[in-house]
T-cell receptor
Framework: GAGVSQSPSNKVTEKGKDVELRCDPI?????LYWYRQSLGQGLEFLIY????????KSGLPSDRFSAERTGGSVSTLTIQRTQQEDSAVYLC???????????FGQGTRLTVV | KNEVEQSPQNLTAQEGEFITINCSYS?????LHWLQQHPGGGIVSLFM???GKKKHGRLIATINIQEKHSSLHITASHPRDSAVYIC???????????FGKGTKLTVNP
């Protein structure tokens, strides 16, 4: 596609439910990043993929969070047993390689009620 | 203390004014990024730089590696420049971006 695509754009879920957020990076981009933007917290790193491997998962806040990437393309961020503090905008970015210019998706706004 | 500090947090200007947003960081970096985020959330990369100066249209970014400081300048500001401008760094040996808290710019007609 022309840009980084994320789905859904908005998700409202009940506390305790699991959610899956999807990211389609720009074709050919080997590096993929997940970030989170919470109200009043700014942007924070969650996880970095190079190809299908995740050499840096240091930003995942708890073991309820996991992510995978298949075929060097699509990535899914899964949050299990969602909590209200998980409410945020989840942003995906991709780049041709590590330390290259990053292109961001529009984000998924997650609201846990 | 945040590794990336931006100033000011908020900035209001009149159309046509010259704008400067500052970014200081406290660690060694491989690159510094300036990002723009409009209401509605979309983030656009404006510049990625590791030395010197880059210019794109009315936007200019400079970096001083020795002083660990970067500036983003907007010449002849316009209301459409109203957005949050975010400074981010990649540290040597790491691939992730570490972000400043952003500068909210409002340009009034």
């Amino acid at each position: 596609g022309a840009g980084v695509s994320q789905s859904p754009s908005n998700k409202v879920t009940e506390k305790g439910k699991d959610v899956e957020l999807r990211c389609d990076p720009i074709s050919g981009h080997t590096a993929l990043y997940w970030y989170r933007q919470s109200l009043g917290q700014g942007l924070e790193f969650l996880i970095y993929f190079q190809g299908n491997s995740a050499p840096d998962k240091s930003g995942l806040p708890s073991d309820r969070f996991s992510a995978e990437r298949t075929g060097g393309s699509v990535s899914t961020l899964t949050i299990q047993r969602t909590q209200q503090e998980d409410s945020a905008v989840y942003l995906c970015a991709s780049s041709f390689g590590p330390r290259q210019e990053a292109f961001f998706g529009q984000g998924t706004r997650l609201t846990v009620v | 203390k945040n590794e990336v500090e931006q100033s000011p947090q908020n900035l209001t200007a009149q159309e046509g004014e010259f704008i400067t947003i500052n970014c200081s960081y406290s660690v060694g970096i491989s690159a510094l990024h300036w990002l723009q985020q409009h209401p509605g959330g979309g983030i656009v990369s404006l510049f990625m730089l590791s030395s010197g100066k880059k210019k794109h249209g009315r936007l200019i970014a400079t970096i001083n590696i020795q002083e660990k400081h970067s500036s983003l300048h907007i010449t002849a500001s316009h209301p459409r420049d109203s957005a949050v401008y975010i400074c981010a760094i990649t540290q040597g040996g790491s691939e992730k971006l570490v972000f400043g808290k952003g500068t909210k710019l409002t340009v009034n007609p």
